[in-house]
T-cell receptor
Framework: EAGVAQSPRYKIIEKRQSVAFWCNPI?????LYWYQQILGQGPKLLIQFQNNGVVDDSQLPKDRFSAERLKGVDSTLKIQPAKLEDSAVYLC?????????????????FGEGSRLTVL | LAKTTQPISMDSYEGQEVNITCSHN???????ITWYQQFPSQGPRFIIQ???TKVTNEVASLFIPADRKSSTLSLPRVSLSDTAVYYCLVGAFISGGYNKLIFGAGTRLAVHP
């Protein structure tokens, strides 16, 4: 079974430029997450989708970050304009979620991440 | 959402058993406890999940006391390859069947020869 795919793996840009990251979740996983992980810290949830609807985007800096999940499959995270503090690894994860009746663990499957460096 | 507290770092030696304790004093009735492992340059990976008492799988054991205000991840006979960051998460499966998990800072485990 293919895992969560992310691209690009690495990106270097200058501040005020824009960047986009792409994520293809595991087939059949309804929920998709974008996390930001700054060096030395735990992942921080930016946005969570259930199919193509947003469940939680309370920590997404909406003045510069945007994300979409058209058709409820692939997702794109965009940053425009980038700031120095946006340098981080952007992790995408997907989960099958827990079925009615309590089946499953809702385990998150993560991609390898996209490392962004803003100069 | 319940906040978790873990030791920032731990050291161990190959072959020893490692126990990492996580405090979650404000855990709610519907919350589950989940542990993830993260190696450098990789995304976190699910290790184990529990609600109460003890859960064991091929990788680890999870001990949860009756009051559920803490949990302990036990790694038997660690090897160098167990050097990683371990995250304790507490969260519920909210309406619609989907969960919402918040990562803390994690525990950096270093296993020495």
């Amino acid at each position: 079974e293919a895992g969560v795919a992310q691209s690009p793996r690495y990106k270097i840009i200058e501040k005020r430029q824009s960047v986009a990251f792409w994520c293809n979740p595991i087939s059949g996983h309804a929920t998709l997450y974008w996390y930001q992980q700054i060096l030395g810290q735990g992942p921080k949830l930016l946005i969570q989708f259930q199919n193509n609807g947003v469940v939680d985007d309370s920590q997404l800096p909406k003045d510069r970050f945007s994300a979409e999940r058209l058709k409820g499959v692939d997702s794109t995270l965009k940053i425009q304009p980038a700031k120095l503090e946006d340098s981080a690894v952007y992790l995408c994860a997907s989960s099958l979620d827990r079925l009615a009746g309590g089946q499953g663990t809702g385990e998150l499957f993560f991609g390898e991440g996209s490392r962004l460096t803003v100069l | 959402l319940a906040k978790t507290t873990q030791p920032i770092s731990m050291d161990s030696y190959e072959g020893q058993e490692v126990n990492i304790t996580c405090s979650h004093n404000n855990i709610a009735t519907n919350d589950y406890i989940t542990w993830y492992q993260q190696f450098p340059s990789q995304g976190p990976r699910f290790i184990i999940q529990g609600y109460k008492t003890k859960v064991t799988n091929e990788v680890a054991s999870l001990f949860i006391p009756a009051d559920r205000k803490s949990s302990t991840l036990s790694l038997p006979r660690v090897s160098l390859s167990d050097t990683a960051v371990y995250y304790c998460l507490v969260g519920a499966f909210i309406s619609g069947g989907y969960n919402k998990l918040i990562f803390g800072a994690g525990t950096r485990l270093a296993v020495h020869p």
